[in-house]
């Protein structure tokens, strides 16, 4: 029989839309629909405690690719059962453990529309309005964050993309300017070597990453000692570019960060900035986590000195609770993105006056991810992000104020942004490692997802409240749970559902 005859047509045309398959693609989304509702949700806990051995066990005779297929019901039946209901609840009031976000609604709503009209962002044909509306939204990033009309960019994957792109066109800024040297056309010449990255001991590992990625070496990066807050030293900035001179070395990009993973904390940006500007480096800020605050009138002033970047990162799947993947790269003046020319003459054809975003982007294919900031922006405006970011921060200070009210913690930091870092402290006799296993037992048990890190060597807890449902009461619920298990561990006892690990 061939391919073509109506009885395979029928199997597989089905699955694509059209005016007349709406039926079965309106089945499909209200069964996925009702996996978040009836599974994920329902189990109205942040995770279900199983093991990385015992999920392995349930999905070992899980056929990835059968020979034949099982019908898009009976497989979402088995997606719900299986993968979603073992899911970590990011919406939980009690998942605070990475940033990770709670999504908004109205972010849902708008991958569905980005899903089913899968337009691309690398050339105007491919997605005519979409191509509009992230230039616009861009534009209007650019004024928040102070820039001017030169400003320009581009929706990224995240953080780690945007970095890379700040980082990328930044050395081949100072190849041209001080070298004489065209990095894109020719590689790196030798006197690469000399090249300089500096950035806070606290910035995030993605810039270290970047210099591997661009042929510079992460010897490429000086890490510059943080303050008593966590925040870049000034004094260390002053010294480490007064030995970077005597040894030869060509600092050309400072990285400040608007957020810091694991204190929150935001580099002093205005005294970067005016440090940039001095010694002609490129200044990069990573904003990735705390640009959000730039939304927020009483903490916009946290951010001062931004508008000094010559570019900025920012993730909307952060504080701007945008599904995974949403983020942008800014450019103070657009005309940079000279340094990354391409001319690929079947999307760019130089006789085409439309706009193409491939150009501005290290990806070609790309998501309509702005749609999700747009929708958002749209229906809450300003003043429903402000309020959201607000009551996180407000929440914050209260959580801290309560870890260092009782003195079976100790508080490591007073917060700037969502994240609380603090210790148990274990009855003498007892080793503060045990701050790891609490942390793995609350997990095992399923009541609350809590993340660790370390400060001087010593393990610890960390809270990252950026859901806006949390409450002062869920969290004192988890450290109530903390501590029985902490005492619980410390006099070697097993807790009923506690396992050990
Ligand atoms: C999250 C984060 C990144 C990495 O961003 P992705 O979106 O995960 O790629 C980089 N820098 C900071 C400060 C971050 O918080």
Redesign the pocket.
Known sequence: MSRTDAPERERTAGLFLGSDTTPAYRTAMEQAYRAVTDVYLERATPYTGRSPEQLAAQFEDHDVLPENGQGVTETIETVAQTVVANSVGTSDPACVAH?QCPPMIPALAAEVLISATNQSLDSWDQAPAATELETRLIEALAGVFGYGDDADGVFT?????S?FMGLLLARNWVLDERFDHDAQADGLPPAADSLRILCSADA?F?ARQAAAQLGLGERAIVSIPTDEHHRLSIDALDSTLAELAADDCEPFALIG?A???DFGSIDPLAKLGAHAREHDLWFHV?A??GGALALSDRHREKLRGIEMADSI?V?F??LFYQPL?C?AFLLGDGTHYQYIDRNAEYLNPESDDAAHLVSKSVQTSRRFDALKPYIAFRTLGRDGFEELIDYTLDLTTAVAQRIKDDPAFELKHEPTLNAVVFRYRPPTNAETAINDRIRDRLRAAGTAMIARTTVDGEPCLKFTLLNPRTTVETIEDVLTAIKRHGSALSTGERTTRGVEQ
């Open positions: 940033l994957s995240g953080g780690t993309q970095n995030h993605t960060t957020g810091t993973t990573d990735a986590y990162a993730d799947h952060k993947s983020g």
